[in-house]
């Protein structure tokens, strides 16, 4: 018997991410009468074991239209799960992974089927008529997330010749989510009006993640503009910095293409050891190679007990790669972008284990995003203290900011900010 929580009806619409390039927008309806929605992003840097993001082919757009993963939607998806409880998440995504039946969700898309996870979890919450993050993360969701703004861009996200992709102002000094959003946006601003005297208009024109994409060649001329940005605005020693080296796209052959030179990995490992030690570094995410673990394990053995080493292309959001840096004490913390795995559970199943791994969790946008804020309540909802989610620019990253905005007034003082904590998790092994 279908109750006010049963799955009434499915269904999919190709919408733009910030790009402008088609992507997929799923709704799910329940018999109560309620509807929630879920928008898909997409990556522009991709690690090799993300899963398949389904798209058209052919000369329609570029061959980037999503009518196929509409079609999965509103076909093979719909048919499986309409009149399930749509509070049961764990059962609807397993139920499409068995629909799906390939490893990558090839068949079905992994844009399908996180569109479909994501509405479902919007749907429940509605239904229950709670948050999505008091949906996601219980009565203990409470801490907000301290903001990676990415202010500066370099690799695929940028024009210009620096191999970095992302280079982040962290306002982590702070008391509250507010104060340290405002301490960032006052950052941002100094850093355009300096970026503008040292190198024209042209420089303060805004990569795919609202940050800056000036005419810059090396990693110290970045991290020296964010330095005295911080500087002008008064937060020296509250605002850091972070990078994501997304080594893989300056990876050649054995070596790393950076700054005009060619290194190995030993050389790159001590180039990081010397910009830690020059600059308010507080995490470098993708130093080397995606498949290069034990490059990864020995900067964690070396730099690991004073930064956050992060995996992006290492992990890809998937428990067997995660575990294989746990095992290997590669990386202290973990990336998450539910869109790399294709469902809300899995994306939660990674989160749990890089917990109990005693790394830290970073959720996290893409460069191809939309307006949709559901991260900010999954930041939220899992407690993880840390989001990345661009340059406090741009409709589809102050979306989420918003978003956290108003979850901060609506937590009142059971709102905690954990600041330069959330950046101290100690690794350890799963299993000892």
């Not at 982040?168 to 009006?193: C, D, Q, T």
């Not at 993640?209 to 911080?230: K, N, Q, S, W, Y």
């Not at 997304?246 to 030179?261: C, E, N, P, Q, T």
């Amino acid at each position: 018997m279908r109750g006010p929580f049963s799955i009434a009806r499915v269904w999919a619409l190709e919408i733009l991410d910030s790009r402008g390039n088609p992507t997929l927008r799923a709704y799910v309806k329940t018999e109560g009468g309620v509807v929630g929605s879920f928008s898909v992003p997409a990556g522009a840097s991709r690690g090799g074991y993300e899963a398949v993001e389904l798209r058209d082919g052919g000369k329609r757009l570029r061959g980037r239209g999503v009518l196929k993963a509409v079609a999965s939607v509103e076909r093979a998806i719909a048919d499986a799960i309409v009149g399930m409880d749509v509070r049961d998440q764990r059962a609807i995504d397993m139920k499409m992974i068995e629909v799906d039946g390939t490893e990558n969700k090839r068949r079905l898309g992994g844009n399908a089927t996180l569109a479909v996870s994501g509405a479902c979890a919007r749907a429940a919450s509605r239904q229950m008529g709670i948050p999505l993050y008091r949906y996601i993360g219980g009565m203990n969701a409470h801490v907000m997330p301290v903001p990676l703004m990415n202010v500066l861009n370099g690799g695929v996200h940028a024009g210009n010749e620096l191999s970095i992709q992302e280079f982040m102002i962290v306002p982590a000094k702070f008391g509250s989510f507010r104060e340290a959003l405002f301490a960032g946006v006052e950052v941002y601003h100094e850093l355009k009006a300096l970026l503008r005297e040292k190198y024209g208009k042209t420089a303060i024109n805004l990569g795919d993640e609202g940050g800056f994409a000036p005419p810059m060649r090396e990693t110290r001329e970045a991290l020296d503009a964010l330095r005295e940005a911080i500087g002008r605005a008064g937060y020296d020693g509250q605002v850091l910095i972070a990078i994501d080296a997304a080594a893989s796209s300056f990876y050649r052959g054995g070596k790393y293409v950076i700054d005009g030179r060619e290194l190995s990995p030993n050389e790159l490992a001590e180039f990081y050891e010397e910009i830690v030690e020059e600059y308010d570094i507080v995490s470098i995410e993708d130093p080397f190679y995606e498949e290069d673990f034990d490059s990864l394990a020995e900067i964690t053995r070396r730099l690991g007990s004073r930064v956050q080493i992060v995996g992006d292309d290492y992990f890809t959001t998937n428990v067997v790669r995660l575990m294989r840096g746990v095992e290997m004490g590669a990386g202290n913390a973990l990336l998450l972008k539910p869109n790399q795995i294709g469902t809300l559970t899995e994306s939660m199943e990674a989160a749990a284990l890089a917990f109990r791994s005693g790394y830290s969790v970073i959720v996290s946008h893409r460069s191809g995003e939309t307006e949709d804020p559901f991260i900010a309540d999954l930041a939220v909802g899992l407690n993880c203290g840390q989001i990345k989610t661009g340059a406090p620019a741009r409709g589809e990253r102050t979306a989420k900011y918003n978003r956290l905005l108003e979850i901060e007034e609506e937590l009142g003082r059971r709102a905690e900010f954990p600041g330069i904590e959330a950046f101290r998790r100690s690794p350890r092994r799963a299993l000892a």
